[in-house]
Each structure stands twice: as C-alpha cells, then as structure tokens.
C-alpha cells in the first residue's frame, strides 16, 4: 500500500477514533504511523474532520420543510414536477450556503492542533468517567490550588493507562482523560505520550484556542504533550497554568 492508497481510506475514517478497530483500516493506520508526512496529514484531516462534523450538527432544515414534502407526495405526478421543483432549489440551495459558510469559516479561522480540536469535541460531546488510585492520586494534583500544570505533573502514563483512567484512541494511540475541578470550575485534561505523535507541532509553551464558548490550552514536555479544556472564562483556565 502507498501513501495515496492509505490516504483514500484514511478520507473515510471517522474522527474520534471509532474506527480504530475497523480492519479495513488497520494497514492504512499502521502506514500512517510510520510515515511522518503521511502521519501529519491524516491528523490535520482528523482535526478538520472533527470540526465540520461540529458545524454540521448546527445545520437545521428549512421550517415546513416536512409539510411541504408530504404536501408534494399527495399531488399528481404532473403537479409535483412543477411544484415540488421550488422546494428542493431552495434545500440545495440553503444547505450549499451554509457548507459555503462554514467552509469559509474553516479557512479563515485561526489554525488549530488536531489534538486540541480532538480534545475540545471530546470534552464536549463524551461521556467522561474513569477512576483508580493512580487517576484518584492524580487528580489530587490537579485539584490542589497551588498546582501550576505548565511546570510539570507527575506523570505515570502506564499505570495510569491501566489502573482505571478514561483511555481514548486519537490517530491509532491511546490518550487518558481526568476530570477535575479547581475555584468551582471544572477542567479535562488530555495527556498523550510525545513519541506516539512525532507529527504534531507541540510547542512547550500553552497555547490558547477557542470554540464555541469552549477554551483549551495546549503545550508539552519532554515526555507528554498535554491539553486542558474548559467551558469556564479562559482566565481561570490560564490560572491553571
């Protein structure tokens, strides 16, 4: 398999992980891996993928536009050949200016790392949980005031990954998630193992990004590249930091 080939099956894999399992992608999945070009590509794909699916949850069809279909399929072939033709222009034509927006708004909007963009629907949309002594011991850190997560947390990826912490699949490798609170606010945090993704761009200082209401700032150290997200005002979240 080459790096086209992967690339036509990776276009079809679903963002989130679901797919993982799927044997149809494993030998795309594994060349993606291997490949560094290759691996960047399909996590910038990933992330865009992430955020189109969000805009399109948005998409609402026309009001009556139900009505106006059942209304069509009660009418003579002839009348609906005159009637219905209106109908759909306007669906076709509606659903083709807000892909137009929300492509636009894609390509205007600041560059996001596809982790951060994982991280934020994550944090959004899932189901959180997980616990066990280590994740338990962890996020005693976290929750301690005096705790600043840039200078270094205490980081046992293997045990935590085994001992009950909420163990998520990005690009074909496992990421852990811990809930917490801090000041009343609740925060996620991601951490994934740098050497699983040598193609993302992890800068060490934070970074802020922003959606929707929903703010998350990611960095990394020599060992982990970490995000945290948050619905709460982004000042608490670089209180954090």
Same mark, same amino acid.
């Given at each position: 398999?080459?790096?086209?080939?992967?690339?036509?099956?990776?276009?079809?894999?679903?963002?989130?992980?679901?797919?993982?399992?799927?044997? /149809?992608?494993?030998?795309?999945?594994?060349?993606?891996?291997?490949?560094?070009?290759?691996?960047?590509?399909?996590?910038?794909?990933?992330?865009?993928?992430?955020?189109?699916?969000?805009?399109?949850?948005?998409?609402?069809?026309?009001?009556?536009?139900?009505?106006?279909? +059942?209304?069509?399929?009660?009418?003579?072939?002839?009348?609906?050949?005159?009637? $219905?033709?209106?109908?759909?222009?306007?669906? /076709?034509?509606?659903?083709? +200016?807000?892909?137009?927006?929300?492509?636009?708004?894609?390509?205007?909007?600041?560059?996001?790392?596809?982790?951060?963009?994982?991280?934020?629907?994550?944090?959004?949309?899932?189901?959180?949980? @997980?616990?066990?002594?280590?994740?338990?011991?962890?996020?005693?850190?976290?929750?301690?005031?005096?705790?600043?997560?840039?200078? @270094?947390?205490?980081?046992?990826?293997?045990?935590?990954?085994?001992?009950?912490? $909420?163990?998520?699949?990005?690009?074909?490798?496992?990421?852990?998630?811990?809930?917490?609170?801090? @000041?009343?606010?609740?925060?996620?945090?991601?951490?994934?193992?740098?050497?699983?993704?040598?193609?993302?761009?992890?800068?060490?200082?934070?970074? +802020?990004?922003?959606?929707?209401?929903?703010?998350?700032?990611?960095?990394?150290?020599?060992?982990?590249?970490?995000?945290?997200?948050?619905?709460?005002?982004?000042?608490?979240?670089?209180?954090?930091?």
């Amino acid at each position: 398999m080459n790096n086209n080939e992967a690339k036509f099956l990776l276009r079809a894999y679903r963002p989130g992980g679901r797919d993982a399992a799927t044997p /149809a992608f494993a030998e795309a999945l594994g060349q993606a891996q291997r490949d560094p070009a290759l691996g960047a590509w399909f996590a910038r794909e990933q992330a865009f993928d992430l955020v189109v699916a969000e805009k399109l949850r948005t998409i609402a069809p026309p009001p009556g536009l139900r009505e106006a279909i +059942l209304a069509g399929a009660s009418v003579s072939q002839a009348s609906r050949e005159t009637s $219905r033709w209106p109908v759909w222009f306007a669906v /076709a034509a509606s659903v083709a +200016l807000l892909l137009g927006l929300a492509t636009w708004r894609l390509k205007t909007a600041a560059p996001m790392e596809p982790l951060t963009a994982f991280a934020l629907h994550d944090a959004r949309f899932e189901k959180h949980g @997980g616990h066990g002594e280590a994740a338990a011991e962890l996020k005693q850190v976290l929750e301690n005031p005096a705790t600043r997560l840039a200078a @270094g947390l205490p980081i046992d990826f293997a045990r935590l990954r085994t001992t009950g912490c $909420r163990t998520l699949s990005f690009s074909g490798h496992d990421v852990i998630e811990i809930c917490f609170e801090r @000041g009343g606010s609740e925060f996620h945090i991601y951490v994934a193992q740098r050497a699983d993704f040598p193609q993302l761009a992890a800068a060490t200082a934070p970074h +802020l990004a922003r959606q929707d209401g929903w703010s998350a700032e990611q960095w990394a150290d020599a060992r982990h590249i970490y995000v945290v997200a948050t619905s709460a005002d982004p000042a608490a979240l670089r209180a954090l930091l």
